[in-house]
């Protein structure tokens, strides 16, 4: 089955430190990449997205992801977190599969202390 | 625009009752999706429908299920509640065939607590 992968569960930064989330998936076919996420109280929101093309892909906020296709990855980075950067981070992969189906990971909740 | 709106926002039932949830989808997206989000968990997958029809499932049981509405709003139907389908019910809207034209937009959510 397809699953995807999220290395680290809490991950605590000072603020200007620099992130980067680990995201790995499992499944050899064609993929849309997704790295979305949710701030306290609030709704997943959209940071990134990889369809095709250039592997670096920059998204909102100063994010940034790079698809490795040979290592089945697309690790998220910042290089430098704020802290309003607080929130969970979730990565998702949508197979091609006939219908538009996402798979999440656990998830990633960062802390960014000022 | 609007986004994607879902009701209620919040919401108590007791084990072995029924409940209905409802989205509308940003206008133009013809397709829904609904997923589960368990506490601590990424969402889970549970139904895409476009055009009224189920294209898609995921592994949840029969007591759950869904339909779309010619105006392209869905209802989410859980059936004999469980201690364990409380979660947040998140649904998505997106255009069916071309997920990179406007992405794939989520609610806010509705809050489920079976007690």
């Known amino acids: 089955a397809q699953s995807v992968s999220q290395h680290n569960h809490h991950v605590i930064l000072s603020e200007a430190a620099s992130l980067e989330l680990g995201c790995n998936y499992s499944?050899?076919?064609?993929?849309?990449l997704f790295w979305y996420v949710q701030y306290p109280g609030q709704h997943l929101q959209l940071l990134l997205k990889?369809?095709?093309?250039?592997?670096l892909v920059k998204g909102i906020k100063g994010f940034e992801a790079e698809f490795i296709k040979s290592k089945f990855s697309f690790n998220l980075r910042k290089p430098s977190v704020q802290w309003s950067d607080t929130a969970e981070y979730f990565c998702?992969?949508?197979?091609?599969?006939?219908?538009?189906?996402?798979?999440f990971g656990t998830g990633t909740r960062l802390l960014v202390s000022p | 625009d609007a986004g994607v709106t879902q009701s209620p926002t919040h919401l108590i039932k007791t084990r072995g009752q029924h409940v209905t949830l409802r989205c509308s989808p940003i206008?133009?997206?013809?397709?829904v999706s609904w997923y589960q989000q368990v506490l601590g968990q990424g969402p889970q997958f549970i139904f895409q429908?476009?055009?009224?029809?189920?294209?898609g499932r995921g592994n949840f049981p029969d007591r759950f299920s869904a339909r779309q509405f010619p105006n392209y709003s869905s209802e989410l139907n859980v059936n004999a509640l469980l201690l364990g389908d409380s979660a947040l019910y998140l649904c998505?809207?997106?255009?069916?065939?071309?997920?990179?034209?406007?992405?794939?937009?989520f609610g806010s959510g509705t809050r489920l607590t079976v007690v």
């Open positions: 998505a809207s997106s255009f069916p065939t071309a997920p990179e034209r406007g992405g794939y937009t």
């Open positions: 499944y050899g076919g064609t993929v849309n």
């Open positions: 990889y369809f095709s093309g250039d592997p």
């Open positions: 998702a992969v949508m197979m091609n599969t006939g219908f538009q189906k996402l798979v």
């Open positions: 206008s133009g997206h013809k397709s």
């Open positions: 429908y476009y055009e009224k029809e189920e294209r």
